[in-house]
Nanobody, 122 residues
Framework: VQLQASGGGLVQAGGFLRLSCAAS????????MGWFRQAPGNEREFVAC????????EYVDSLKGRITISRDNRKNMVYLRMINLRPEDTAVYYC????????????????WGRGTLVTVSS
């Protein structure tokens, strides 16, 4: 499975972005998907995940209310919509796929994309 994240960029505080992740697999609907991020000097952290069917989602507590994860299994796409962005949201955002577990541990995910940089200016 190859994953390609896109949609990052420079945005002012209070703005919004929608990140996209395209998956190259014929069995995308069998994968649980996740978004993680890594800020400069920090460890990678969980942001959100969505089950293979889209029926279950989880979010990191610190971002609840400002992010929404969704997927379109017909298009092999997963999305992360972020609103009211803050400078502390500046990070490289990664999408990941798991063919087994569902949840926020990065060890659950076997496949990772290269990430897309989000920079939020104050």
């Amino acid at each position: 499975v190859q994953l390609q994240a896109s949609g990052g960029g420079l945005v002012q505080a209070g703005g919004f972005l929608r990140l996209s992740c395209a998956a190259s697999t014929l069995t995308f609907s069998s994968y649980n998907m996740g978004w993680f991020r890594q800020a400069p000097g920090n460890e990678r952290e969980f942001v959100a995940c969505i089950s293979w069917s889209g029926g279950s989602t989880e979010y990191v507590d610190s971002l609840k209310g400002r992010i929404t994860i969704s997927r379109d299994n017909r298009k092999n796409m997963v999305y992360l919509r972020m609103i009211n962005l803050r400078p502390e949201d500046t990070a490289v955002y990664y999408c990941a796929a798991s063919d087994t577990y569902y949840g926020g541990r990065d060890s659950y995910y076997q496949y990772w994309g290269r990430g897309t940089l989000v920079t939020v200016s104050s």
